[in-house]
């Protein structure tokens, strides 16, 4: 079946990075602002990753954001939820610092405009697990805008997150999809590579691949910008 969309995940691929680098940053730059209201820094990585824990977990009976925000009440009280335009500020302000650390290319600005004048549809399937406010930041940091994609991941609209097939079908369905009109790119192959699952076919993107579990991806499309661009042309 032709294609007519394609999928992107965004850090590590539409936003090159080195994960662990750019979360140590992001942590120390949240830690910093909560600090003035109170919480416990030392403390705050901890919890913070116990929420996106829980967003991992999500089974789709409530929104990542109900996940993150319930399990974050369970450490600090109901209370906590009062500070939810807190961390949104954040997000649209000092969480622009971390893009100092991230290696920004024109290649995939450049290729999400090119697919889109060639008539595909581009969506954004970042793992959820950040709010609506804090993606449009991301996104932003590679030179697009949410506005040039179909679709934008965020965990106010997912049940599931990376690496849960159910959260590629949750996007499939949103944009109203079947998994054969569709090509999922990605860097992580245990994360972006649980599309194939749900039957998406999957192109890795290699410049900051992340396969922890060595899994052997030869038989899979793979390369550079040039790589999956020759293969979107060539394959369709």
Not at 148 to 174: G, I, W
Request: proline share 4%.
């Amino acid at each position: 079946m032709k294609k007519t969309t394609i999928l992107f995940d965004l850090d590590g691929t539409l936003l090159p990075m080195e994960q662990e680098v750019f979360v140590r940053v992001y942590f120390q730059e949240l830690a910093f602002k909560l600090a003035a209201y109170g919480f416990d820094v030392t403390a705050l990585p901890e919890n913070l990753w116990a929420g996106v824990g829980a967003m991992a977990c999500n089974d789709g009976s409530c929104s990542n954001e109900e996940a993150f925000w319930r399990k974050f009440s369970q450490i600090y009280g109901e209370d906590v939820r009062d500070y939810a335009p807190i961390f949104d500020d954040f997000y649209a302000n000092e969480f622009n610092r971390a893009k100092a650390v991230c290696q920004v290319t024109p290649k995939a600005k450049e290729a999400v405009h090119c697919l889109k004048e060639m008539g595909y549809r581009v969506v954004l399937a970042t793992n959820p697990i950040f709010p609506a406010v804090g993606t449009r930041s991301r996104i932003a940091w590679t030179g697009l805008t949410a506005e040039d994609f179909a679709y934008m991941s965020c965990y106010e609209n997912s049940t599931y997150a990376k690496p849960e097939p159910k959260f590629f079908q949750e996007v499939l369905d949103r944009i109203g999809c079947t998994a054969e009109e569709c090509l999922m790119v990605g860097n992580d192959v245990e994360e972006d590579g649980a599309a194939r699952e749900v039957g998406l076919e999957v192109f890795f993107l290699t410049d900051c691949l992340i396969n922890q579990k060595g899994e052997d991806i030869s038989r899979f499309p793979q390369g550079s910008w040039e790589d999956l661009m020759d293969y979107i042309k060539t394959h369709n």
